[in-house]
């Protein structure tokens, strides 16, 4: 089956520095990449959606400075959450896409971020 | 907009029961609805797919159902494990992205 794999598992670092997390389909190619962020007991948040090649689409309350999201390759997308601070630490999953609405999303195993 | 809803929020049943989770969408005009699994602390593992077309799909010990009339879809884990204890999730597409339910938490006791 379709695979997305995301690194690093878990992050732990100081207050102010930025941190990159990847996100790679592995036998798919991924058309539309999606990153949200899960709070304890809560259910998904989206971030923001982005497409190969082209600039990444935030929602609403999302700050586009704060994470910054590349999908460079259709195999490959980033989200770097920069200068990091306490209010930053959460679950951050991403997820992808091949073609069309009809297809389905496969996500990755998620990123546990912790900022001391 | 879709608003999905799942009942119950958390369920707890012993080893070999049959188990029934719930799901209903607002609007009917869906491409498909998925159905995932949530183990804590990981990401979502998608189960099953069902598109607009079919009524039910089946894998291995798992069947859901669609009824896209009435906006509900249902899923069946037979003969359940305590390996199939989780968080259980649907998702239905809503303009470019997945709105999901708030999920039902499911206990499988030994």
């Known amino acids: 089956g379709a695979v997305v794999s995301q690194h690093p598992s878990r992050v732990i670092c100081k207050s102010g520095t930025s941190v990159k997390i990847e996100c790679r389909s592995l036998?798919?190619?991924?058309?539309?990449m999606f990153w949200y962020r899960q709070f304890p007991k809560q259910s998904l948040m989206l971030m923001a959606t982005s497409n190969e090649g082209s600039k990444a689409t935030y929602e609403q309350g999302v700050e586009k400075d704060k994470f910054l999201i590349n999908h460079a390759s259709l195999t490959l997308s980033t989200l770097t959450v920069t200068s990091a601070h306490p209010e930053d630490s959460s679950f951050y999953i991403c997820?992808?896409?091949?073609?069309?609405?009809?297809?389905?999303?496969?996500f990755g195993d998620g990123t546990r971020l912790s900022i001391l | 907009k879709q608003e999905v809803t799942q009942i119950p929020a958390a369920l707890s049943v012993p080893e070999g029961e049959n188990l029934v989770l719930n799901c209903s969408f607002t609007d009917s005009a869906i491409y498909n609805l998925q159905w995932f699994r949530q183990d804590p602390g990981k990401g979502l593992t998608s189960l099953l797919l069902i598109q607009s077309s079919q009524r039910e799909q089946t894998s291995g010990r798992l069947n859901a159902s669609l009824d896209k009339s009435s906006g509900r879809s249902t899923l069946y884990i037979a003969a359940s494990q305590p390996g199939d204890s989780a968080t259980y999730l649907c998702a239905v597409p809503d303009d470019y992205k997945l709105s999901f339910g708030a999920g039902t938490t499911v206990t499988v006791r030994a």
């Open positions: 997820s992808a896409r091949e073609g069309s609405l009809d297809q389905p999303q496969h």
């Open positions: 036998d798919f190619q991924a058309t539309t």
